[in-house]
């Protein structure tokens, strides 16, 4: 008896206490400072140095890139970056390890889709996910960029 009592008030409790519902479509949910998201690439930072797709645990970075164009310019510029969100478990490990900072996140998160194949974004995609970028990337308590004092 003493227990279907507490069970009775713990129920008339969760009914007087105020409603916490969101108009979720209508208003975004504010993210935490370091969510997450959907990464950003900026093609003209990538020097093509494999970093991110060796680092990336399910394999879902898929980057070529062909020799610079400018006879008098070294290294390799970007052809294509693919990033297969079907897989991609968003871990932030690509976005840490680029020496560049070509790939950063966002606080985007809604991928829904119909169809699996518009699970693959291309560079051109990740070039335009250009909003609510990180504005703390890569800086987790390290020093500044340039090293020691």
Not at 51 to 71: E, F, H, Y
Request: net charge negative; with cysteine; proline share 8%.
């Amino acid at each position: 008896m003493n227990g279907l009592v507490k069970g009775l008030g713990v129920t008339l409790k969760s009914l007087t206490a105020p409603k916490v519902t969101t108009s979720y479509p209508d208003e975004p949910f504010p993210m935490p400072e370091r969510f997450r998201g959907i990464q950003h690439f900026i093609p003209e930072l990538c020097i093509v140095c494999n970093q991110c797709a060796r680092i990336c645990p399910t394999d879902c970075i898929t980057l070529t890139g062909k020799p610079n164009p400018d006879p008098a310019k070294k290294g390799k510029v970007i052809d294509t970056f693919d990033i297969n969100f079907e897989i991609c478990i968003l871990c932030d490990l690509c976005t840490e390890v680029c020496p560049t900072e070509a790939i950063v996140m966002t606080n985007h998160f809604e991928l829904a889709a119909y169809s699996r194949d518009e699970l693959y974004k291309d560079a051109q995609w990740l070039t335009d996910n250009n909003t609510l970028v990180r504005q703390d990337n890569n800086n987790i308590g390290a020093p500044g960029k340039g090293g020691a004092k």
